[in-house]
């Protein structure tokens, strides 16, 4: 199995910023797709960045531009650096990773917004 803990969520004004990171239990990196969902109050888990072993990225539109996501192999991390923040960001922000097939997730972490 993996286990993937997440870090740096909490409570942020309108317009300031966040970084999230997600550790991988394994030491040798052997996740292809890294990527971050979030579910906020009344709604469902949606997609909100992924990135690819090659270092391909890909982001909901509702982020786009605002956020970035990276990854470092050799810690088997990945990174959310959340800037410009919108009351609407508020979620609880969870991380996933793919591996041989089968999709783990993180425990999630708070990211509250106030306008």
Known sequence: QVQLVESGGGLVQAGGSL?????????????????????????????????????????????????TISRDNAKNTVYLQMSSLKPEDTAVYYCAADYLGNRYWGQGTQVTVSS
């Open 19 to 67: 970084r999230l990171s997600c550790a991988a239990s394994r030491s040798r990196f052997s996740i292809n797709t890294l990527g971050w969902f979030r579910q906020a109050p009344g709604k469902q888990r949606e997609l909100v960045a992924t990135i690819t072993g090659g270092g391909s990225t890909n982001f909901a539109d509702s982020v786009k531009g605002r956020f």
